[in-house]
């Protein structure tokens, strides 16, 4: 999540959280936060057209937080409603942690009956030549003397 995201969650300034963070910068290993480098920052700037009120937050290089980082935050900003932001993002990550177990679960069923479909595919596709080669061998073969009880109208 980017700082200024965190910051309107929290109710506090983007500066005010910023500092916070570098104040302290030991708690947030590179797993936890990082900046964007000045070519990813401006990447990020050049997908967003912005007037210049909205640059507020965007003259600097944001700070990106994981989970972890998200949730070292409750310790550095420690106020009550840091730790009740910090809960529900808590478990807005768990749920989306699930939804991505379903997914992914669902996709791998998908492959398999996606799997199994080519594979009868094939199947039938090898029947119907059996088929094929049966009917012309049948119409390659001279017709056969019927044998058995023959009616008088076919003597």
Known sequence: ML???????YGLDTKVLKQQVRRNLNRFPDDFMFELTKEEFE???SQFVTSNS???GLRYSPMVFTEHGVLMLSSVLNSKKAIAV???IMRIFTRMRQ???DTLSLKL???EIRKKVQNQDKNIELVFSYLDELITKQEEQPPRKRIGYKPDHLV
């Open 54 to 56: 909205d640059r507020m």
């Open 3 to 9: 700082d200024r995201d965190l910051a309107e969650l």
């Open 43 to 45: 990447n990020w700037r």
């Open 99 to 101: 939804m991505l177990t």
């Open 109 to 111: 069923e998908i492959e």
């Open 86 to 88: 910090n809960i529900q």
